[in-house]
């Protein structure tokens, strides 16, 4: 009886992965499948990166692209974390706009600016315009991508692009939440490194991740059980909502500027935000 059940189930396996193969090849062959994510998560501090030197094609409705990765995990050009004598770095943070994913990387505004500054005759140093944005996120994140990865690369000058829609991404749909139950604006994620539990199952979603029938499937099956959403993340917020939260804002803000400085870099905020966002009229 047992031989029986368990020749079955073998027969099973085999039809279901016979089919999942068959379905493989045939999505490969015509080209009419969803692409493995753009995105990996970083299991150290939990932010979100792109997957590294990679060559990777996004398309949407308005454009279409292929993003070039270096070995950190951001759309843009390599550098080695020793800075070259005679070299003055800038970092660059801040969401969509500067990941810039719907540009070649030739035309990012961070490869422009450096052109830019190294084409002036009177230089007297070499200038590197290093990206670190990744889309979807605010001003609290990209605090967090200074201190675990820009400041590796020890930057003389801080950007920060902000953006209108920051505030909310940070107080309302920000992940991680930036304070602590004390309302301790949280920096310090040192210590948690991945148990082994954690990086086998890193391992099989990477694997997982190389089929494009179950990107497919998983993908699909995620839009089955999706409500049909009515209305989108408001760009607008209201203004008495906007003075409640811009002093928790600012506490972020000052703590960005602070560990800038006192990694020996100078920080500027740069607004990137649009009239209409402020004056809708």
């Known amino acids: 009886m047992r031989r029986k059940i368990f020749i079955k189930s073998g027969l099973v396996l085999i039809s279901f992965l016979f ?9 490969r062959a015509t080209g009419q499948y969803i692409q493995s994510p753009l995105y990996i998560e970083d299991y150290r501090t939990g932010l979100i990166l792109l997957k590294p030197s990679s060559r990777m094609k996004v398309k949407s409705g308005c454009f279409e692209n292929e ?9 843009g050009s390599d550098y080695d974390q020793l ?7 800038i970092a660059i943070l801040g969401d969509s706009f500067v990941e810039a994913a719907q540009v070649p990387l030739a035309k990012t505004f961070p490869v422009l600016l450096e052109e830019k500054l190294n084409h002036d005759p009177g230089r007297r140093l070499k200038y590197e315009a290093m990206s670190f944005g990744i889309s979807s996120h605010g001003t609290y ?12 690369f020890k930057p003389d000058l801080v950007i920060n ?3 209108y829609n920051d505030l909310a991404d940070d107080l309302l749909y920000g992940r991680p939440y930036p304070f602590n139950e004390k309302g301790e604006l949280m ?10 539990t954690d990086k086998i199952k890193k391992g099989a979603k990477n694997l997982l991740r190389k089929s494009v029938a179950i990107m497919t499937l998983r993908q699909k099956f995620k839009q089955f059980r999706q409500p049909k959403q009515t209305s989108s993340k408001p760009e607008i917020l209201e203004s008495t909502l906007v003075d409640q939260l811009w002093e928790k804002e600012e506490r972020i803000l000052t703590e960005f500027k602070d560990i800038a400085e006192n990694s020996g870099a100078k920080f500027l905020l740069v607004s990137g935000t649009e009239s209409s966002q402020v004056h809708p009229e």
């Open 19 to 27: 089919t999942l193969l068959l379905f493989e090849g045939i999505l």
């Open 67 to 75: 993003i070039v990765t270096n070995r950190y995990g951001f759309h």
């Open 83 to 89: 800075r070259p004598k005679g070299t003055y770095r």
């Open 141 to 152: 994140a990209s605090l967090l991508y200074f201190k675990y990865f820009a400041t590796k």
């Open 161 to 163: 692009l902000y953006s």
């Open 187 to 196: 920096t310090d994620f040192s210590g948690q490194e991945p148990v082994l």
